[in-house]
């Protein structure tokens, strides 16, 4: 029975179970660190226990790994005004970490 659990990290909310990995806004860890996160929502996985908090569910904590720090690909930003001999290009890279979530305790 896998438990599901809603964390918030970088100003935005994740919907995570165990073995579930995914990229969130640059936290400042080391790679294979163990970070946890408070839950804000809980359900087993048919949905019938569900626990929300307020704002977080109290004793439920979620234990994360560090799997890599990284950048995404590459986003063009062009600027131009037509007949005025403007024009701008500007890279923009995003950092990111990559979790690997281990348990929702």
Not at 56 to 82: C, D, E, N, S, T
Not at 89 to 105: A, S
Request: hydrophobic share 40%.
């Amino acid at each position: 029975m896998t438990n599901f659990a809603v964390i918030q990290t970088g100003g935005k909310q994740y919907l995570v179970k165990e073995g579930d990995v995914l990229r969130v806004e640059k936290i400042e860890a080391k790679d294979d660190e163990v970070l946890t996160f408070d839950a804000m929502l809980v359900s087993d996985e048919e949905g019938k226990d569900v626990k929300v908090g307020a704002p977080v569910v109290a004793g439920v904590k979620v234990a994360a790994r560090v799997i890599a720090q990284g950048r995404a690909p590459k986003i063009l930003v062009v600027k131009y005004h037509a007949k005025t001999r403007y024009r701008r290009n500007v890279g923009h890279r995003q950092p990111f970490t990559e979790l690997k979530i281990e348990k929702v305790k």
